[in-house]
């Protein structure tokens, strides 16, 4: 495809400024920390990376190609509801990325929205909180219902957002083993045994509760 000189200029500059964030990251001392598809939520003391990055600071970073750092550059991974915006073959690239850019034994933590919250959400019997989360979800993302109604909400769950892959916390389980993890086990929102991967979720983004049961958060370690 033809393009414009500028806009060729335009590419390898906004690639000078990647390395610049990558060089001035790996470059400094101290335990290197890797969040992939930040978007809104860039951490302090973590190299933030997302395929659109909003703000100049973050690394350009597409999740499913080869990430433009050496082997074992990192001590820890985060990711937060972003490997559902992938297949789930896409997925085991980014998975298997993450394997090769962690130091054995180095940690990633994984959220992700859980099929089994959507499979609850169905049941006859509803808790308050999935009764408060289908009006909510129902009212801002699915105008065309006739009411706050279940099918609308998961229907629009596994469609919307770019949604290409809803897993489920055995197939999460499964693609961090297959890319060369251990899994350690499934935490909630916010809670962790590491420090380093304590408080890291987004929660404020919606209203209390919600990320919690939408979510399935798995850590693992990267196998020696
Ligand atoms: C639902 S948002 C989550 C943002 C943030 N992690 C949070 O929880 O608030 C999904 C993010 O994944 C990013 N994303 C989607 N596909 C990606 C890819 N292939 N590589 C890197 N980031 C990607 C999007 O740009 C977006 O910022």
Not at 92 to 107: D, F, I, N, S, Y
């Amino acid at each position: 495809m033809y393009e414009l000189p500028g806009w060729n200029r335009l590419r390898r500059g906004a690639q000078g400024a990647d390395r610049r964030i990558i060089r001035r990251y790996l470059g400094r001392g101290g335990t290197k920390r890797l969040q992939i598809g930040c978007g809104r939520n860039p951490r302090d003391g973590w190299l933030n990376a997302d395929a659109t990055p909003s703000s100049a600071d973050v690394l350009r970073l597409d999740a499913t190609r080869p990430y433009p750092f050496p082997d074992a550059s990192f001590d820890y991974i985060f990711s937060e509801h972003v490997l559902e915006h992938l297949t789930y073959a896409d997925g085991q690239k980014m998975l298997t990325e993450c394997a090769r850019v962690l130091e054995p034994g180095g940690a990633i933590r994984i959220s992700t929205p859980d099929l089994a919250f959507l499979v609850k959400l169905y049941a006859e019997e509803k808790t308050d909180v999935q009764r408060r989360y289908i009006t909510w979800a129902a009212e801002r993302f699915t105008p065309g219902a006739p009411a706050p109604i279940d099918t609308f909400v998961i229907n629009n769950y596994v469609r919307a957002w770019g949604h290409l892959f809803i897993y489920d916390e055995k197939v999460l389980r499964g693609a961090l083993e297959r890319c060369g993890f251990e899994v350690r086990r499934r935490f909630d929102v916010g809670e962790s045994d590491d420090p380093e991967l304590r408080g890291l979720e987004n929660a404020d983004r919606m209203p209390e509760g919600f990320l919690s049961m939408e979510s399935v958060i798995i850590e693992a370690v990267r196998r020696a």
